[in-house]
Nanobody
């Protein structure tokens, strides 16, 4: 009954700064932690960033810390991932997730993903 829908992906140039959005809908959706994961071709899905409820706590993977920023708007039920200084190795399908805590093992609900392709 709850769904997560990502948007904002596409083809970007290296060094670009797109922003991904994830909108949550459903009357039963609670006060969840939110996160972003990504999966590159031939690789496992990896943790990118997470934000707690109501949004004061954030966590980032070492590969994106200092470049990416996660934020949320609880009124709009939307979480964002601002990506700066993109590199070709950032190319992946990016997934939004909801969980009980902002820890990578605590996420249980996933969106369909949005493709981000970084050209050099």
């Amino acid at each position: 009954q709850v769904q997560l829908v990502e948007s904002g992906g596409g083809l970007v140039q290296a060094g670009g700064s797109p922003r991904l959005s994830c909108a949550a809908s459903g009357r039963s959706f609670g006060s969840n932690a939110m996160g972003w994961f990504r999966q590159a071709p031939g690789k496992n899905r990896e943790f990118v960033a997470a934000i707690g409820w109501p949004g004061g706590t954030t966590n980032y993977a070492d590969s994106v810390k200092g470049r990416f920023t996660i934020s949320r708007d609880n009124v709009k039920n939307t979480v964002y991932l601002q990506m700066n200084s993109l590199r070709p190795e950032d190319t992946a399908v990016y997934y939004c997730a909801a969980g009980l805590l902002p820890r990578r093992e605590a996420f249980y609900l996933w969106g369909q993903g949005t493709q981000v392709t970084v050209s050099s």
